[in-house]
């Protein structure tokens, strides 16, 4: 069992930045690709990014492609979300997920990663 605790969310202006974190407990940390996944009120949860277990193969979602920038520390068990340039349409509530077992890919469906944390409120104002 892995637990994942996020936090770093909350109320910032669009155009703006916020850095989201994600700790991990449990099992070995680098057993798992790690990622994030969001959902807007009213809409279906979607994949915003993901690591490896290597943390070399990184993967995002075109609407967040150049803007976020997903990391990983394994020594630390801490997987980090870089937002900058926030819209609008990024509030939502961000999860950390934890899943899969390939080393140098990871993926985008929901399928894929059964640990998942409470969440983290992202709110961005005009």
């Known amino acids: 069992q892995v637990q994942l605790v996020e936090s770093g969310g909350g109320l910032v202006q669009a155009g703006g930045s916020l850095r989201l974190s994600c700790a991990a407990s449990?099992?070995?940390?680098?057993?798992?690709?790690m990622g994030w996944f969001r959902q807007a009120p009213g809409k279906e949860r979607e994949f915003v990014a993901c690591a490896s277990r290597s943390g070399n193969y990184l993967n995002y979602a075109e609407s967040v492609k150049g803007r976020f920038t997903i990391s990983r520390d394994n020594a630390k068990n801490t997987v980090a979300l870089q937002m900058n340039s926030l819209k609008l349409e990024d509030t939502a509530v961000y999860y950390c997920v934890g899943g899969g077992s390939s080393w140098n890919s990871c993926g985008s469906g929901t399928d894929v990663y059964y640990y998942w944390g409470q969440g983290t409120q992202v709110n961005v104002s005009s």
């Open positions: 449990g099992r070995p940390f680098s057993n798992y690709a």
